[in-house]
T-cell receptor, first 115, second 111 residues
């Protein structure tokens, strides 16, 4: 398996623009997580899905952020409009409930810069 | 999730063993102890986990205190590729729930 795939790997955009981050989880996994990493706040959960259903979105900063998982093999995280404080590395992770230790497998991340 | 305490940073010589400590005095009886690490410019990766007994895998060993209030991740022979931030995380056994990351320990390996 290719692992968790995220695109784009890098995104530079201007304030006010819409940004869409994409994630393809590992085939067969039924849980998907979006995390954000900044120097100030470290790694923090934004939202997670089980069986394509959002379970907890309390980490989503505000209404500018939205996430979807239309099927088991694809998820998006959208920021509209983007702001400079959204600059961070965004990680997607997937896992299979009941597998060894409920391990999560992380993608390489998308580095977002909002000017 | 219960809180964990780790040193901010540690340093090791290459090919020497490394013991990374983690305190979790408020751990509950059903909490598993997980370790993840994050190599530079990469996403976190799973290292090892355990409940009560010591655990070994190809990457590391996990030694858990008898009272479970602390644990130690052991890298038997540190290599330059082991330089990373190591996170100790407690998780209740209730499905694949989110990971709650602290600040972790930044391990530097000296050649």
């Amino acid at each position: 398996d290719a692992g968790v795939i995220q695109s784009p790997r890098h995104e530079v955009t201007e304030m006010g623009q819409e940004v869409t981050l994409r994630c393809k989880p590992i085939s067969g996994h039924n849980s998907l997580f979006w995390y954000r990493q900044t120097m100030m706040r470290g790694l923090e959960l934004l939202i997670y899905f089980n069986n394509n259903v959002p379970i907890d979105d309390s980490g989503m900063p505000e209404d500018r952020f939205s996430a979807k998982m239309p099927n088991a093999s694809f998820s998006t995280l959208k920021i509209q409009p983007s702001e400079p404080r959204d600059s961070a590395v965004y990680f997607c992770a997937s896992g299979q409930t009941g597998s060894s230790g409920d391990t999560q497998y992380f993608g390489p991340g998308t580095r977002l810069t909002v000017l | 999730d219960a809180k964990t305490t780790q040193p901010n940073s540690m340093e090791s010589n290459e090919e020497e063993p490394v013991h990374l400590p983690c305190n979790h005095s408020t751990i509950s009886g059903t909490d598993y102890i997980h370790w993840y690490r994050q190599l530079p410019s990469q996403g976190p990766e799973y290292v090892i986990h355990g409940l009560t007994s010591n655990v070994n895998n190809r990457m590391a060993s996990l030694a858990i205190a008898e009272d479970r209030k602390s644990s130690t991740l052991i890298l038997h022979r540190a290599t330059l590729r082991d330089a990373a931030v190591y996170y100790c995380i407690l998780r209740a056994f209730s499905g694949n729930t989110p990971l709650v990351f602290g600040k972790g320990t930044r391990l530097s390996v000296i050649a």
